[in-house]
């Protein structure tokens, strides 16, 4: 069973993401903030990541720049979504923007295609 890992500082879009990502045969691992999540990502590499980008204690840009200057991290595919009306430049070599809102439909596409382009489907 594949691992997502899921950082979020706003609990219902957390749930709401872990509840639909379970549903549909995922192993979910959650953090409310990018200081957590990275500690989780270091002790228990995820298949897949998605942050949202603004959060407090570490915020998604700043989980990208740590998770990219990891080898073992880097490798992983990641998601940073946001609400922001401009797209950032996200500092990680695998990584995708997808702005919030997005149908549960769109957001379960894209982390199968993910996935599947990581050749681990």
């Given at each position: 069973m594949k691992v997502i890992l899921v950082v979020d500082d706003e609990f219902d879009i957390l749930t709401t993401w872990q509840m639909v990502l379970q549903l549909e045969g995922f192993t979910v691992l959650t953090a409310p903030n990018g200081k957590i999540g990275l500690e989780i990502a270091r002790s228990t590499p995820p298949d897949l990541i998605i942050t949202d980008w603004m959060m407090p204690v570490m915020d998604g840009l700043e989980l990208c720049r740590?998770?990219?200057?990891?080898?073992?991290?880097?490798?992983?595919?990641?998601?940073?979504?946001?609400?922001?009306?401009?797209?950032?430049?996200?500092?990680?070599?695998?990584?995708?923007?997808?702005?919030?809102?997005?149908?549960?439909?769109?957001?379960?596409?894209?982390?199968?295609?993910?996935?599947?382009?990581r050749g681990e489907s």
């Amino acid at each position: 069973m594949k691992v997502i890992l899921v950082v979020d500082d706003e609990f219902d879009i957390l749930t709401t993401w872990q509840m639909v990502l379970q549903l549909e045969g995922f192993t979910v691992l959650t953090a409310p903030n990018g200081k957590i999540g990275l500690e989780i990502a270091r002790s228990t590499p995820p298949d897949l990541i998605i942050t949202d980008w603004m959060m407090p204690v570490m915020d998604g840009l700043e989980l990208c720049r740590m998770l990219a200057k990891d080898p073992a991290l880097a490798v992983i595919p990641l998601i940073l979504a946001s609400a922001a009306w401009h797209e950032p430049s996200v500092p990680h070599p695998n990584a995708v923007f997808l702005r919030k809102p997005v149908s549960m439909d769109a957001l379960v596409d894209i982390v199968r295609r993910l996935i599947a382009a990581r050749g681990e489907s």
